[in-house]
C-alpha cells in the first residue's frame, strides 16, 4: 500500500514564527501536493511538484513556498505564520503524469496564534 | 476557471438505506475527470470513484454508483445499502485530461449513517 505521512498531526505556532511541514511518500511517486483545508470551502491546492527541485504555484500560493530535494520529501514552508493560517494542511503525492488518482497523509492540524 | 459546488453541506442516512450526494461542475473543457474521494473521520481521504468525461456509461465500484450528466454539469454519487462505516466527509473533484493533474475540490458534504 502507498503510505504518505507528515510529520505532525498537531502544530501550534506563534505568530511571526517560521512554520515547516514535512511529508513523506513511499512508492516513488513523481507528483507531490499541498492543499489546506478549510470548513465549507473544501481543499484548495497550495503549491505541487513534478519532479525533484521542481515546483509550481496552486490556487493559494500566497505566504507559503515549498522545498523538494528529495523525490520521497515534500516540504511546506511558512515563512511567517499568521493567524489566517490556521487551517488543516494535506499532503498527497500520485504515480506520475498519466495517474489522477491522488495518495492522502493524514494531515496536520496547525494553529497560529 | 472550472469550479465545483456541493450543494449539501450534511446528509443523513438510515443503515441500509440508499443516499444520494450531489455534485455540479462548471468548465469550458471536453475532456476531464471527475471524482468522488473519502474522508473519514481519521482523516485520511481516500479515492471511491472516477469517471472519464468521454465515457456515457456511468461509473459503479460496489454499492458506490455515479450518475453523470455532462450536458447539466452534474456528477451525483448513490451509496446503496448504507453501511455506518460509510459515515465520512465526501469531497467531489474535477482534473482535466491534458495537462496539468491539479484536482478542482467541492465543498465537501458531511454524510451520517443513523444505526
Known amino acids: 500500500d502507498v503510505k504518505v505521512t507528515q510529520s505532525s498531526r498537531y502544530l501550534v505556532k506563534r505568530t511571526g514564527e517560521k512554520v515547516f511541514l514535512e511529508c513523506v511518500q513511499d512508492?516513488?511517486?513523481?507528483?507531490m501536493f499541498w492543499y489546506r483545508q478549510d470548513p465549507g470551502l473544501g481543499l484548495r491546492l497550495i503549491y505541487f511538484?513534478?519532479?525533484?527541485?521542481?515546483?509550481e504555484k496552486g490556487d493559494i500560493p500566497e505566504g507559503y513556498s515549498v522545498s523538494r530535494e528529495k523525490k520521497e520529501r515534500f516540504s511546506l514552508i511558512l515563512e511567517s505564520a499568521s493567524t489566517n493560517q490556521t487551517s488543516m494542511y494535506l499532503c498527497?503525492?500520485?504515480?506520475?503524469?498519466?495517474?489522477?488518482?491522488?495518495?492522502f497523509g493524514p494531515g496536520t492540524r496547525l494553529t497560529v496564534t | 476557471a472550472q469550479t465545483v459546488t456541493q450543494s449539501q453541506p450534511e446528509m443523513s442516512v438510515q443503515e441500509a438505506e440508499t443516499v444520494t450526494l450531489s455534485c455540479t461542475y462548471d468548465t469550458s473543457e471536453s475532456d476531464y475527470y471527475l471524482f468522488w474521494y473519502k474522508q473519514p473521520p481519521s482523516r485520511q481521504m481516500i479515492l471511491v470513484i472516477r469517471q472519464e468525461a468521454y465515457k456515457q456509461q456511468n461509473a459503479t465500484e460496489n454499492r458506490f454508483s455515479v450518475n453523470f450528466q455532462k450536458a447539466a454539469k452534474s456528477f451525483s454519487l448513490k451509496i446503496s445499502d448504507s453501511q455506518l462505516g460509510d459515515a465520512a466527509m465526501y469531497f467531489c473533484a474535477y482534473a482535466l485530461i491534458q495537462g496539468a493533474q491539479k484536482l478542482v475540490f467541492g465543498q465537501g458534504t458531511r454524510l451520517t449513517i443513523n444505526p
Open positions: 498527497a503525492s500520485s504515480l506520475d503524469q498519466s495517474s489522477y488518482e491522488q495518495y
Open positions: 511538484s513534478y519532479d525533484v527541485k521542481m515546483k
Open positions: 512508492m516513488d511517486h513523481e507528483n
